[in-house]
């Protein structure tokens, strides 16, 4: 839905909201100091930041005091995409911003992180403590021969020693990689083998949906299938020994040696990412210490509204790289919770009691969460104190219009609601969160600052109130500066700049509103073209999961060698539901009445469950490969499914449709 057909807003900030959002502080002293528009708000803004994007990301450094230990030659030395090079002839460190805060002896024993498990009892770590595990651990880092360009890997869940050790790594200048404990040891090997670790952190286990998970045959595994380790570090989460041959981590971070911080060109990688890997291996995203910390430092500061006294809550874990964007909340002197634990333990409202207990101003989650609770009848605000929430973001996925009428009724009615849409690819978004903008159900607020988001039909012409491909038109500090293993970088320009070259094409299907606001309607990779009428998956999703009977649902669009088009939609029901003929038609209809007659599913058919790769996202282009007749080996990395079992359904059905 679109602010066309429903004009009024679901929320609109007040006066004294506006004029206290960092975003119009910003707007005022860019005026001053670097010609930016003063008068016109955000949207002025916005064509400032892209039409001069030079001086906008200067300003961006200025503001937030980003400390150059050399200066900086020009911010953009070659803006080409791929390619562009970012403040050429600076150093610096992105470990020493994140812990700024830690010099200020009012703040120095103010809570860093805020840590909690499934007891949902807070243990805080303040700045100073944080500050000096860090230190410690970057001499024992150093000791050990670690040098800057190294990788160190965590296989972690989301608990303090994953931030000590991420923020110790980038300090030396080494290289940060992390994977999540419930990750089987092929789906980290995929991972970790491609970048070659020299140090392992690890954890006997973990603690999820109130069971102990133990770890230590695949910490075993890795160790052996990873020859280029030197120290592997172990956390006694579960309270085991160290296994022979691994330090402890009490004894690596035992030291008080001040934190030293190497200083290292603005473009030194900071970390690698990784896609889902579901058609293949994961590609190993590289982003660089300067890019991210600019590009977080806006997204959080600017767009998030983030700073001191602020509480910032997101749910993920280590292997998604909200988990990265989450400890970025260091950066603006934020206080930053880390949730250890099942999102929907003891309840599906666990989430909303660990935003109570913390006291978060900005609780962020994810799209599916907000519709499962929903299904459940959870209530929040009677349930739970959350006052002190001024924003519930999600991503991941499209939130549904229902998800925004539902936090808006279930929450607060005076609740900015931030619907951001980015991707592992530049750790960051392309559109969402801006504090001082209305929000219409249904929509994300507007493109970000120093983000050239378009809509593009297949020749590269603008679109505007029309669907059409994700693009980026200049660069982001936070994009790639390559793929790790990709010495001519053809694999990097395939990934994006092969359908227009010179423009990034992330791969999603969006609308640019005339007001500016943006709709992602799913991704364009499996897209469904009905007699040329083209229409995003998470479309279908939104009609088909508002009907009770409907837990989770899973639409393909399969092109036929005789010329046909085969839709089938395969559901996963609610439990006690059945998929009679009047489901059937009610399923029917809802698309029908609220999309399209054309996208109407050609078979409606029951499934176990709905696949997803390990960080949440349905699995639709090795369904629609195994539809066509792949083999299961073929169609997806095993490695990469959250349940390789649930494929075996949909492999049997191409068989039997033969």
Not at 25 to 54: C, I, K, M, N
Not at 71 to 76: C, G, H, M, N, T
Not at 406 to 421: N, T
Not at 602 to 631: F, N, S, W, Y
Request: glycine share 8%; hydrophobic share 40%; net charge negative.
């Amino acid at each position: 839905m679109t602010s066309a057909a429903n004009p009024a807003p679901l929320w609109q900030p007040d006066a004294d909201r506006i004029a206290a959002a960092r975003v119009t502080h910003f707007q005022s002293w860019a005026a001053e100091r670097y010609g930016a528009p003063a008068e016109g708000g955000y949207p002025t803004l916005h064509r400032w930041s892209v039409a001069e994007l030079e001086t906008f990301w200067q300003a961006v450094a200025d503001w937030f005091e980003i400390r150059f230990s050399t200066p900086y030659e020009r911010v953009l030395g070659d803006r080409t995409m791929p390619g562009a090079q970012w403040f050429p002839g600076a150093t610096l460190n992105y470990a020493e911003h994140a812990l700024r805060t830690a010099e200020d002896p009012a703040r120095a024993h103010d809570p860093a992180l805020l840590h909690v498990d499934e007891t949902h009892e807070p243990t805080p770590i303040s700045w100073a403590e944080l500050r000096r595990q860090v230190g410690a651990l970057a001499a024992q880092l150093r000791a050990l021969g670690v040098r800057p360009g190294d990788r160190i890997s965590g296989y972690l869940p989301n608990i303090p020693q994953a931030v000590t050790a991420l923020l110790a790594t980038a300090a030396v200048g080494a290289v940060w990689t992390s994977c999540a404990p419930d990750f089987g040891a092929r789906s980290v090997l995929d991972r970790f083998q491609q970048v070659e670790p020299v140090v392992l952190f690890t954890v006997d286990g973990y603690r999820y949906g109130g069971k102990e998970h133990d770890r230590t045959a695949t910490v075993a595994e890795l160790r052996r299938e990873l020859p280029t380790l030197r120290a592997v570090v172990h956390i006694p989460l579960l309270g085991t020994e160290a296994p022979e041959g691994a330090l402890d981590w009490s004894a690596v971070t035992a030291g008080d040696a001040d934190p030293v911080f190497e200083q290292v060109p603005f473009d030194h990688p900071l970390w690698v990412l990784y896609s889902s890997g579901t058609t293949g291996l994961p590609k190993a995203i590289v982003q660089s210490q300067g890019g991210i910390l600019l590009e977080h430092f806006k997204q959080l500061g600017l767009h998030c509204d983030l700073g001191p006294g602020d509480r910032f809550f997101w749910y993920t874990s280590t292997g998604w790289m909200m988990w990265n964007f989450l400890v970025s909340g260091l950066l603006t002197g934020t206080t930053v919770v880390l949730y250890d634990g099942s999102p929907g333990h003891p309840t599906t409202g666990a989430q909303w009691s660990v935003a109570e207990r913390t006291g978060a101003t900005l609780f962020g989650t994810s799209a599916a969460y907000v519709m499962a609770c929903a299904k459940a009848g959870v209530h929040p605000a009677r349930d739970h104190d959350l006052s002190k929430i001024a924003c519930v973001a999600t991503t991941g996925s499209p939130l549904p219009p229902d998800g925004f009428r539902w936090l808006h009724d279930e929450v607060a009615e005076d609740l900015w609601i931030a619907s951001v849409s980015g991707g592992t690819d530049v750790c960051s978004c392309f559109a969402g969160a801006v504090p001082t903008l209305p929000v219409h159900i249904g929509e994300l607020q507007a493109a970000c600052l120093g983000t050239d988001l378009q809509s593009w039909d297949p020749q590269g012409k603008p679109l505007i109130g029309e669907v059409g491909e994700l693009v980026v038109t200049n660069p982001m500090p936070s994009m790639p500066i390559r793929f790790w293993n990709d010495p001519d970088g053809s694999r990097y320009r395939d990934s994006y700049f092969e359908m227009y070259p010179g423009a990034w094409r992330h791969g999603d299907w969006i609308t640019i509103n005339e007001s500016g606001s943006v709709v992602i309607h799913g991704r364009s990779d499996s897209t469904l073209n009905r007699q040329g009428v083209r229409m995003g998956s998470a479309d279908i999703y939104e009609a088909v999961e508002r009907l009770p009977e409907i837990r989770e649902s899973l639409v393909i669009g399969l092109e036929e060698p005789d010329g046909g088009y085969w839709m089938p939609l395969f559901v996963h029901l609610a439990e006690g539901s059945v998929l009679d003929d009047a489901l059937k038609d009610r399923i029917k209809r809802a698309i029908r009445e609220q999309l399209s007659p054309r996208h109407v599913p050609d078979d409606i058919i029951e499934v176990p469950g709905v696949p997803h790769t390990l960080t949440g996202k349905r699995i639709e282009v090795p369904v629609k490969r195994l539809l066509q007749g792949a083999a299961l080996d073929k169609a997806v990395n095993p490695g990469s499914v959250d349940n390789l079992e649930l494929l075996r359904f949909y492999e049997e059905l191409a068989r039997t449709r033969k």
